[in-house]
């Protein structure tokens, strides 16, 4: 998953789609994942850093990841080639 470039992100979780106008806010986990895609983590690494940091089990959060990342795609902040 890569996010757009032009999406503008704040460190407290605030995101800007510039295409659309739209604006979103995102809770805690979901800002380390924006900043580990950012960072050209791949799918399986944010698994691996969000299960370790905040103990969560693998498969219940590989399920939340595979719908965020619909939500995103949805509102068109990732590349289309994801």
């Given amino acids: ?3 757009k470039h032009q999406i503008a992100i704040s460190d407290t979780g605030f995101l800007f789609n510039p ?9 805690p986990v979901g800002a380390e994942i924006i900043n580990l895609l950012r960072e050209g983590h791949t799918w399986q690494e944010i698994i691996d850093k969000i299960t370790e940091m ?5 498969n219940s959060f590989e399920k939340d990841l595979h719908e965020f990342a619909g939500i995103m795609k949805m509102h068109q902040l990732l590349d289309k080639d994801e």
Avoid: H, L, P, Q
């Avoid at 905040?54 to 693998?58: H, L, P």
């Fill in 19 to 27: 295409a659309t106008g739209e604006s979103f806010t995102v809770n």
């Fill in 1 to 3: 998953m890569k996010i």
């Fill in 54 to 58: 905040y103990s969560v089990e693998r």
